[in-house]
């Protein structure tokens, strides 16, 4: 996702709860080596597999964007001076701490009109949202989570290797989510391995949190 699904696009991490997530969903596609479905690719098995969680997958990444908007919103009344609430970042920062405010303040421009001034400290009032600002935001994590979801398929089909069928289950496709494949084996049979993917939060070298999806193989 991501990564998507990654929340790349937002100022703040955004830590999700393995319970708040979708539905549980159980889908199996499989290549039949009898049928013509033998010349469908790893990558195609494990797309089928887990095409049908994409909606949910996106949908929760917008539904994580929208609260972080909405909370951002809250706190920001009208009237309030903007620049009080997010300062701008100044030479006498370092680096981490300059990037993180400059990120911070650019973030809530883009959901919070203001009056603005030439003065460098004059107040700017905060005059209301900017609507078109938000739904331009949520359009581009949409965009975003899709792209997130596509590098998922990818990636994994890289991991995984060769395969002739696979079944996904899970509340969440990138939180707890199990997928079983079946590959043959140097006796002619099938043998089976499941990886997990999980949540993890990482500290990147500027001091910011981010999500991480990490798939690791746990049987074979």
């Not at 990120?103 to 603005?116: I, K, T, Y």
């Not at 460098?120 to 965009?143: F, K, M, S």
């Not at 707890?176 to 079946?182: A, E, F, H, I, M």
Request: aromatic share 8%; proline share 4%; glycine share 6%.
């Amino acid at each position: 996702m991501a990564k998507l699904f990654s929340f790349r696009l937002t100022a703040t991490p955004i830590v999700a709860d393995d319970l708040s997530i979708g539905q549980i969903g159980r889908l199996t596609t499989e290549k039949q080596m009898t049928d013509t479905t033998t010349n469908l690719t790893s990558t195609e098995i494990i797309k089928a597999a887990v095409e049908p969680m994409r909606s949910a997958a996106v949908e929760f990444a917008v539904q994580c964007a929208e609260a972080t908007v909405e909370k951002l919103i809250a706190s920001s009344p009208v009237g309030v001076d903007f620049n009080e609430l997010f300062p701008r970042p100044n030479s006498h920062m370092n680096r981490r701490d300059y990037i993180s405010r400059r990120e911070e303040r650019g973030f809530a421009s883009r959901f919070l009109d203001r009056e603005h001034s030439t003065k460098l400290h004059a107040p700017e009032p905060i005059t209301g949202v900017n609507e078109q600002g938000v739904a331009r935001y949520l359009d581009e994590v949409r965009v975003a989570a899709n792209a997130d979801f596509d590098a998922y398929v990818a990636k994994l089909s890289k991991k995984v290797g060769d395969i002739v069928s696979a079944t996904v289950y899970g509340r969440a496709l990138w939180n707890g989510s199990t997928l079983t494949v079946k590959r043959a084996n140097a006796a002619g049979g099938l043998s089976s391995e499941q990886w997990v993917t999980r949540q993890i939060v990482n500290v990147s070298s500027l001091g910011r949190l981010f999500n991480q999806w990490p798939t690791r193989c746990v049987s074979k």
